[in-house]
């Protein structure tokens, strides 16, 4: 494989389970969070994750020790130096991941690529904050990564063939499904899921129905694994206010405004399982 070094940016959900499909792909990982606390929390979690599948069976020990061995939590991005590609997986927000770019063009070799793992925001104005746009597209893996099949490569008008292909390859060697899509917000998942998250919590606050009987006739009534109101916990329900906003803004449609309820539990701290509350309380779990 063309990546063999790959530098991963961010610490929240993406970013470990990003961080473990490449290692298990054989990849050399960097991991760098800005905090020393949240990086060594991150090596734990991954620990963590490893030792369930050699508990049910279905990762060999040895290979364990292999995978961890390939990781490596640093918090300087200047660690990322000599990456084949760096990953973003930072928060949902155009301004933090512009900045970001900007920071990793200067330090990254001239033949890395630069990646995002963005759920909606434009690509295009990503790579534009590089000097290096033909290197940049987007490498959508979905949530939890070492679980879903799939990943969206992203192309931007700039993206060169080269870069799209090495994306292809990486997703391809950590095990998923590769779909192409353009640029576009919300690509092709989340162009279709976020407007029915969004109605789901418009019809809650409607008083039309319960939270439990929304997820459950969703779930018995369409075959679906999950409710949406479970899933905009699992997602975390900031990144799904930032991804709803993103559609409202390229679409301009009223009818795609933020469900007021969303945005008023996000304004309360209640950002569904990563902080322990969202539409279900998970304190006692
Ligand atoms: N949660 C999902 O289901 C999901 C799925 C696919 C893609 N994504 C995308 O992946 C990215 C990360 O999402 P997440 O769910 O892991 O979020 P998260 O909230 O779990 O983690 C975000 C991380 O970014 C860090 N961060 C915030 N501002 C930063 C900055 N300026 N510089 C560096 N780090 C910063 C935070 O400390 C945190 O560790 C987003 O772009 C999101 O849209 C999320």
């Known amino acids: 494989m063309t990546i063999k070094r790959v530098g991963i940016v961010g610490s929240g959900i993406m970013g470990s389970g990003v961080a ?4 298990k792909a054989g990849c050399e ?17 991954l620990e963590k994750s490893l030792g369930k599948q050699v508990d049910k069976g279905r990762l060999e020990d040895a290979e364990r020790t292999a995978v961890l061995g390939r990781v490596r939590a640093v918090t300087e991005l200047s660690e990322l130096a000599d990456c084949d590609l760096v990953l973003e997986s930072i ?21 890395a690529i630069l990646a995002t793992n963005t759920s909606t925001l434009s690509v295009a104005a990503i790579a534009a904050a590089t000097k290096r746009p033909d290197k940049v597209c987007g490498i959508h893996f979905f949530n939890p990564a070492p679980v879903m099949s799939v ?14 292909a090495a994306a292809r390859e990486f997703a391809e060697a950590c095990g998923k499904d590769v779909v ?14 976020f407007p029915y998250l969004n109605n789901a919590v418009n019809l809650l606050d409607s008083g039309a129905a319960t939270r439990d009987d929304i997820d459950t006739a969703m779930k ?27 559609l ?22 209640k950002l569904g399982r990563k902080s322990g509350e969202g539409f279900y309380d998970y304190s006692k779990k």
Do not use: W, Y
């Open 29 to 45: 990982v960097v991991l760098r969070s800005r905090a020393q606390e949240s990086a060594d929390s991150m090596v734990a979690g």
């Open 91 to 111: 928060v949902e927000d155009l301004p933090a991941k512009l900045a970001l770019f900007g920071e990793l063009d200067g330090i990254c070799g001239d033949d």
């Open 20 to 23: 473990e499909v490449a290692a």
């Open 151 to 164: 990943v969206e490569v992203v192309r931007a008008e700039s993206s060169s063939d080269a870069t799209i």
């Open 180 to 193: 192409d899509v353009r640029d576009q917000a919300g690509f092709i998942v989340n162009a279709l899921l």
């Open 248 to 269: 409202h803004a390229a679409s301009g449609d009223p009818s795609d405004a933020p469900a007021p309820k969303l945005a008023a539990l996000v304004a309360e701290g």
């Open 220 to 246: 018995g009534g369409c075959n679906f694994p999950m409710g949406p109101l479970e899933l905009l916990d699992l997602v975390g329900l900031d990144t799904s206010l930032a991804i709803i906003e993103a």
